[in-house]
């Protein structure tokens, strides 16, 4: 049992570039989340999914775009990154909704863009 | 909107010393509390969730309360050991998948 995994844990990109990061659990949880995380600030919801195939905007979702083929995957996609997208981005799961049960959270991705 | 405040940013204290780790909310409207540990280059792992309805919970050594009147929950840890050094958040749920976090105070536990 990994519990919640990411991919990659670190990587660099050019402004403009685009990547996807990926976020696998092996709990069947219904619930999975991306946040992200900046130096002096809280977490904060970029996008989260109810179940397979449903995906929502959180409370800073512009520049990101994500989808959820598969129960246990949960992909963040950047089509171009920009300077602001610097930070550590993490993904959690929860069986229940989230404040009802217990959020689950990767190892995070360090993301610097250049 | 929901702010959360954790206070103090920093934390140093010597071994065995009782703490108590402060955070504060502006809205009362909310339907749980949940405090966290997160190690250098780790995520995040849950410690206690406190529901709307509950004054505290406790786990081992660490006992949380929660004030929604006040807009204040507290982490109050015993005993403190080296094996503490983390960093600790509190996140308000508001419902509607609005889980608001603090920014952590980091704390470190001198041998």
């Known amino acids: 049992n990994a519990g919640v995994t990411q991919t990659p844990k670190f990587r660099v990109l050019k402004t403009g570039q685009s990547m996807t990061l990926l976020c696998a659990q092996d709990?069947?949880?219904?619930?999975m989340y991306w946040y992200r995380q900046d130096p002096g600030m809280g977490l904060r919801l970029i996008h989260y999914?109810?179940?397979?195939?449903?995906?929502a905007k959180g409370e800073v979702p512009d520049g990101y775009n994500v989808s959820r083929l598969k129960k246990q995957n949960f992909l963040l996609g950047l089509e171009s990154a920009a300077p602001s997208q610097t930070s550590v981005y993490f993904c959690?799961?929860?069986?229940?909704?989230?404040?009802?049960?217990?959020?689950?959270f990767g190892p995070g991705t360090r993301l610097t863009v250049l | 909107k929901q702010e959360v405040t954790q206070i103090p940013a920093a934390l140093s204290v010597p071994e065995g010393e009782n703490l108590v780790l402060n955070c504060s909310f502006t809205d009362s409207a909310i339907y749980n509390l949940q405090w966290f540990r997160q190690d250098p280059g780790k995520g995040l792992t849950s410690l206690l969730l406190i529901q709307s309805s509950q004054r505290e919970q406790t786990s081992g050594r660490l006992n949380a309360s929660l004030d929604k009147s006040s807009g204040r929950s507290t982490l109050y840890i015993a005993a403190s050991q080296p094996g503490d050094s983390a960093t600790y958040l509190c996140a308000v749920d508001t419902g509607g998948f609005k889980t608001i976090f603090g920014a952590g105070t980091r704390l470190f536990v001198k041998a």
């Open positions: 999914s109810v179940g397979e195939g449903t995906t």
């Open positions: 709990m069947n949880h219904e619930y």
């Open positions: 959690a799961s929860s069986l229940g909704l989230a404040g009802a049960d217990t959020q689950y």
